[in-house]
C-alpha cells in the first residue's frame, strides 16, 4: 500500500527540529527519543511511527486529498539510517568521543532538513540504489 508522500516530509520536518535541539544542547534525552522514533518507523514503517500517526490525526485532515503517493519502502529503509547515525550520536554523546555525537547527530539533522526543506530524501536514494545494484548482480 503506498502512503501520501506529504507524511514523511512532515515527519522530517519534526525529526529536523529535533535533531536541533539534540544537536544544539546536546541533549542525550532529546536524541533518544528521535532514535526510538527511528526505530519505530524503521520496524513498522514511517506510518505507523510517532510522527506517522500525528500527520494522519492532525495534519492530513485539514489538507486537502493527496495527489502524490510513493512506496513505504524507501522511506522505511531511511528511517533505519537515520536510526544507525542517531544511535551513533547517542553513543557518542554518552560515551564518547564526543566528536562523533556531533558529526553522526549532524549528519542525521543534514539528511533530516534537506527531506524537509526540498523534499529529498538521502536514504530513498540510498534504497533505490541498492536495490538497483543487487537486480544487476543478480
Same mark, same amino acid.
Given at each position: *500500500?503506498?502512503?501520501?508522500?506529504?507524511?514523511? /516530509?512532515?515527519?522530517?520536518? =519534526? !525529526? !529536523?527540529?529535533?535533531?536541533?535541539?539534540?544537536?544544539?544542547?546536546?541533549? !542525550? $534525552?532529546?536524541?533518544? $527519543?528521535? #532514535?526510538?522514533?527511528?526505530?519505530?518507523?524503521?520496524?513498522?514503517? +514511517?506510518?505507523?511511527?510517532?510522527?506517522? $500517526?500525528?500527520?494522519?490525526?492532525? =495534519?492530513?485532515?485539514?489538507? &486537502? %486529498? %493527496? #495527489?502524490?503517493?510513493?512506496?513505504?519502502?524507501?522511506?522505511?529503509?531511511?528511517?533505519?539510517?537515520?536510526?544507525?547515525?542517531?544511535?551513533?550520536?547517542?553513543?557518542?554523546? #554518552?560515551?564518547? %568521543?564526543? $566528536?562523533?555525537?556531533?558529526?553522526? !547527530? &549532524?549528519?542525521?539533522?543534514?539528511?533530516?532538513?534537506?527531506?524537509?526543506?526540498?523534499?529529498?530524501?538521502?536514504?530513498?536514494? *540510498?534504497?533505490?540504489?541498492?536495490?538497483?545494484? #543487487? +537486480? /544487476?548482480?543478480?
Amino acid at each position: *500500500m503506498d502512503i501520501d508522500v506529504r507524511g514523511p /516530509r512532515f515527519g522530517a520536518a =519534526v !525529526t !529536523t527540529a529535533v535533531l536541533a535541539v539534540a544537536l544544539s544542547l546536546q541533549n !542525550t $534525552w532529546v536524541l533518544g $527519543w528521535q #532514535t526510538l522514533v527511528f526505530a519505530l518507523g524503521a520496524a513498522a514503517g +514511517v506510518h505507523r511511527s510517532p510522527y506517522g $500517526w500525528a500527520f494522519r490525526t492532525a =495534519v492530513r485532515p485539514r489538507l &486537502g %486529498p %493527496p #495527489t502524490q503517493f510513493e512506496a513505504p519502502e524507501p522511506p522505511r529503509f531511511a528511517q533505519a539510517v537515520g536510526l544507525v547515525f542517531a544511535g551513533l550520536g547517542l553513543a557518542g554523546f #554518552t560515551v564518547g %568521543p564526543q $566528536w562523533l555525537g556531533l558529526a553522526a !547527530t &549532524g549528519a542525521a539533522l543534514a539528511a533530516a532538513f534537506l527531506n524537509a526543506a526540498f523534499g529529498y530524501c538521502l536514504g530513498c536514494e *540510498m534504497f533505490l540504489l541498492l536495490k538497483r545494484a #543487487t +537486480v /544487476r548482480a543478480e
